[in-house]
Structure formats: C-alpha cells, structure tokens
C-alpha cells in the first residue's frame, strides 16, 4: 500500500484547511485509517483514526471538536477536515494505515500502522 497525503498550506489561525491521502491498494475499504502529526522536537502524536467500518471518527483530546475524519472507499481516500485551526496545530501531517481492523485502544499508537505517507506541512500563523 502507499499513501499520498496532501492539501497542507499556510493559513491564519482560525482558518480551515482539508487535508487528503490517497491510498493505493485493492482493499483499502478494509484498512483502519488515520493521521498523525510531528512538530519540530516533538514526538509524532495521534490526530484522528477511522477504522473499516467507516461508522465513527476518534480524536486526540486537542483536536475534539474541531478537525473531523472521514473516508471514501470508493476513491480509496481519507480526509481531514481541520477548523479553527490554532497555530499549536503546526507540523507535519501523516496518514497511516493498517489491514487490521485495529481495537479502539491501537488507534492511538503510531506503532499500530503498517503503512505511512510522506507528511504534508501545515503552518498556523498567529
């Protein structure tokens, strides 16, 4: 599988910006999904995960609110629809994904994800 994010940009606070990743793969619909972040001297941190079933998006407490996951399966693709956005939002935005159907308490962990993107740079200007 690879994964092509994009759709990161410079933006002021308050602003929105939606990012996409582009999955490659025959059986995409059945891969848990998600997006994770890195800023500069931090450690990659979980954003939002949405498993197979397309049922329901989970959230890292800081994002709750105000970015939302969701999924095509028909054009093998995941978004992230970020609002409000605050420049503590800054870094570098990557998708993952796993063929697992991954329990609600793997979501969270990048080490869960067998696959990832290249990362798409978000900027937040105060």
């Known amino acids: 599988v690879q994964l092509q994010a994009s759709g990161g940009g410079l933006v002021q606070a308050g602003g929105s910006l939606t990012l996409s990743c582009a999955a490659s793969?025959?059986?995409?619909?059945?891969?848990?999904m998600g997006w994770f972040r890195q800023a500069p001297g931090k450690e990659r941190e979980f954003v939002a995960a949405?498993?197979?079933?397309?049922?329901?998006?989970y959230y890292g407490d800081y994002v709750k609110g105000r970015f939302t996951i969701s999924r095509d399966n028909a054009k093998n693709t995941i978004y992230l629809q970020m609002n409000s956005l605050k420049p503590e939002d800054t870094a570098v935005y990557y998708c993952?994904?796993?063929?697992?159907?991954?329990?609600?308490?793997?979501?969270?962990?990048?080490?869960?994800?067998?696959?990832w993107g290249q990362g798409t740079q978000v900027t937040v200007s105060s």
């Open positions: 993952a994904a796993d063929p697992r159907r991954l329990i609600l308490s793997s979501l969270w962990s990048p080490e869960n994800y067998e696959y």
């Open positions: 793969g025959r059986t995409f619909s059945s891969y848990s």
């Open positions: 949405i498993r197979s079933d397309n049922s329901k998006g």
